[in-house]
T-cell receptor, first 112, second 117 residues
């Protein structure tokens, strides 16, 4: 049930762009994106709730293709502060409750 | 700054010890979570509480015992742990459970680094 992310890792020079993909073998109803720096808490970036929805703030944006069961995170003109591990998460209903399951993760390193 | 506070930040315990991890939030959230994270892996859900009641237990060994004394507090009691239980333990909270179409953001604490020796 865990979403699969690609690539697993990417190294960028400052100012370059990157795309991180999140794919699920099961239906995706919503997608949560987080960034986690080493030794720190995951920080919420954004939620996409509807197929076709696109969101963004600053130079980070995301899209959600419900039919293809995937979401993509776009980082443009990357900055050193963008370094970290990015996780997508999907809400899964268990019948009596619901939970957020994280994807496999993408490690992003931005260099000078 | 995160509004989910976890203590202690670091804990070293022996395999016969009993210890507890504590988590507190004052955002009025009614869903609280424990996640376990190993190095270079995603956070892995352990327990979910909704309105102070245990809603999900992801088949976690009984040496981990969660407790939700009130809507602001969440504890994780540890007893007879194994070295492989060493990990970062993350507490999190959200207004309600995430749900399929809800926009309930989950906020994480800084975590407690646990080492079992």
């Amino acid at each position: 049930q865990q979403p699969v992310q690609s690539p697993q890792a990417v190294i960028l020079r400052e100012g370059e762009d990157a795309v991180i993909n999140c794919s699920s073998s099961k239906a995706l109803y919503s997608v949560h994106w987080y960034r986690q720096k080493h030794g720190e808490a995951p920080i919420f970036l954004m939620i996409l709730l509807k197929g076709g929805e696109q969101k963004g703030h600053d130079k980070i944006s995301a899209s959600f293709n419900e039919k293809k069961q995937q979401s993509s995170l776009y980082l443009t003109a990357s900055q050193l502060s963008y370094s970290g591990t990015y996780f997508c998460g999907t809400a899964i209903n268990t019948g009596t409750a619901s939970k957020l399951t994280f994807g496999t993760g993408t490690r992003l390193q931005v260099t000078l | 700054d995160t509004e989910v506070t976890q203590t202690p930040k670091h804990l070293v315990m022996g395999m016969t010890n009993k210890k507890s991890l504590k988590c507190e939030q004052h955002m009025g959230h009614r869903a609280m979570y424990w996640y376990k994270q190993k190095a270079k892996k995603p956070p892995e859900l352990m327990f979910v509480y909704s309105y102070e009641k245990l809603s999900i237990n992801e088949s976690v060994p009984s040496r981990f015992s969660p407790e939700c004394p009130n809507s602001s507090l969440l504890n994780l009691h540890l007893h007879a742990l194994q070295p492989e239980d060493s990990a970062l333990y993350l507490c999190a909270s959200s207004q309600r459970l995430p749900g399929h179409y809800s926009g309930n953001t989950i906020y994480f604490g800084e975590g407690s680094w646990l080492t079992v020796v």
